[in-house]
């Protein structure tokens, strides 16, 4: 008994960003773990095309299965979650926080699509940023391939290119590479995308929940249904910009392997693989990523929830009530 009350005090005593923090926290790491077996597979189609792509999704799984065991499904899954428990942390807390400012700021703000389109793209944008050279990291460990002897001996890309050992060797190396610029290679389409997905995928879950009734606010099979809509559409406008990144960020072991001149820009990178590999690469591994974004995006909407609940975080819109009254009181006194 006492035992509870204690932690129920330590709970009550935190403070409204950290809950949300560690409520993002908790539901990044959750989603991505689960998915992670697609995302590697995701990564391989987007990245190594000719190796990959034609062997299809059974044959990619196969491939891995055979050359690098059960655990080469989660290649790159260490930095992957380093990555994303962060990631989701600021980008949940931030959303709050940036509803709540717009608000504050403008009290007469409709609450609607449009506000959480806006808190949701910001929110992207400042996790992105805070985050990106753990997700750099996270696709070159993905890209590479690697096995037994006389497995390698059927890669396309040969020993001497397997130069990342782990997620420390390989932001070293980055960095004695190419120094702080290195590690923040592909930011660019990162954000482009980010902006319109995060904003979007708020948008369109916010939206759902909206024609829920009440009743059933707390279903969640229906919070993981307007979660998997939510994240199938937005990540199907903004798709490209994901492959361009990925493209960017292993433009140097894909120069090194293939011999080619590398990539430069978000815009010229995008046409040279329109131009060159067809209009269809920017789409490359989408398939794979309805698996993956329909189940992630749901389960992290709903355990964000769940965690909301669990640590007592106050309903939204009884928040915004309080600080808007609060404002408006010391706007007259």
């Known amino acids: 008994m006492a035992e509870g009350e204690e ?7 935190m403070p409204l960003f950290a809950k949300e923090l560690i409520a993002g926290g908790v539901t990044g790491g959750i989603a991505k773990t689960a998915v992670a077996p697609l ?4 990564i391989l189609f987007q990245t190594r095309r000719e190796e990959f792509k034609k062997i299809g999704l059974v044959g990619s799984i196969n491939k891995i299965g055979k050359t690098e065991g059960l655990m080469g499904f989660y290649r790159g899954n260490g930095a992957s ?6 990631y989701a942390a600021l980008h949940y807390m931030a959303y709050e926080e ?19 389109l806006v808190a949701g793209s910001f929110a992207g944008g400042t996790a992105v940023l805070f985050t990106y050279p753990l997700d750099l990291v996270r696709t070159k460990l993905a890209y590479q ?4 002897a006389k497995a390698q001996a059927k890669t396309v890309v040969p020993l001497e290119h397997i130069v990342y050992r782990g997620i420390v060797d390989c932001f070293s190396r980055t960095y004695r590479e190419s120094g702080f610029r290195g590690l923040y ?9 980010i902006f319109p997905y995060a904003g979007l995928k708020f948008y369109f ?17 229906l919070k993981l249904v307007c979660g998997s809509v939510a994240g199938l559409l937005g990540q199907t406008l903004t798709y490209p910009l994901d492959v361009v990144r990925r493209q960017m960020q292993v433009e140097r072991l894909y120069a090194a392997v293939k011999e080619e001149t590398r990539r430069r820009g978000t815009m010229q990178t995008l046409f040279k693989i329109a131009r060159e590999e067809g209009w269809k690469q920017l789409f490359s591994g989408l398939s794979i990523n309805y698996l993956k974004v329909v189940p992630s995006v749901a389960i992290g ?3 964000y929830d769940i965690m909301k609940l669990h640590l007592r975080v106050p309903p939204r819109e009884e928040m915004e009530a309080e600080a808007v009254t609060t404002r408006k009181r010391n706007v007259f006194t």
């Open 205 to 221: 879950y916010e939206e759902m929940k909206r024609h829920v009734p009440a009743e059933h606010k707390k279903d969640i099979s």
């Open 145 to 148: 391939v690697v096995g037994s």
């Open 81 to 86: 979650v380093a990555r994303i428990v962060p």
């Open 39 to 42: 995302e590697r597979i995701k």
């Open 98 to 116: 940036y509803r709540r400012w717009i608000i504050i700021g403008f009290p007469y703000t409709t609450r609607g699509p449009l506000l959480d």
């Open 7 to 13: 932690k129920n005090g330590i709970i009550d005593s």
């Open 185 to 193: 290679r592909g930011v660019a389409p990162s954000l482009y995308g």
């Open 301 to 303: 909407f709903t355990v």
